[in-house]
Nanobody, 115 residues
Framework: QVQLVESGGGLVQAGGSSRLSCAASISIDYFDAMDWYRQAPGKQRELVATITRVGRTNYIDSVKGRFTICRDSAKNTMNLQMNSLKADDAAVYYC?????????WGQGNQVVVSS
């Protein structure tokens, strides 16, 4: 059993920055990859960014150059630094991973972008 606990996010002005963290209950070095998803009201959940165990990253086009995903093995956390936030970035953000063929999700943290 793996627990993922998210923190961060909240209300931020358009153009501002926010940071999300996802703390895992076991070593994140067990995970081949970790992901950040988001879901805006009335929209499907979408994959925002992925980071592999060796630090390879991938982003959806709409956040490239603005968001940075990183991992800290010493703290068993994965983070998402979000800069130049836009109204379209407002959503509930979830961290996710799989381990031993079981999928785990964080509780979700809301990011609200005010204009």
């Amino acid at each position: 059993q793996v627990q993922l606990v998210e923190s961060g996010g909240g209300l931020v002005q358009a153009g501002g920055s926010s940071r999300l963290s996802c703390a895992a209950s076991i070593s994140i070095d067990y995970f081949d990859a970790m992901d950040w998803y988001r879901q805006a009201p009335g929209k499907q959940r979408e994959l925002v960014a992925t980071i592999t165990r060796v630090g390879r990253t991938n982003y959806i086009d709409s956040v490239k150059g603005r968001f940075t995903i990183c991992r800290d093995s010493a703290k068993n956390t994965m983070n998402l630094q979000m800069n130049s936030l836009k109204a379209d970035d407002a959503a509930v953000y979830y961290c996710r991973n799989t381990w031993l063929d079981v999928e785990y999700w964080g509780q979700g943290n809301q990011v609200v972008v005010s204009s």
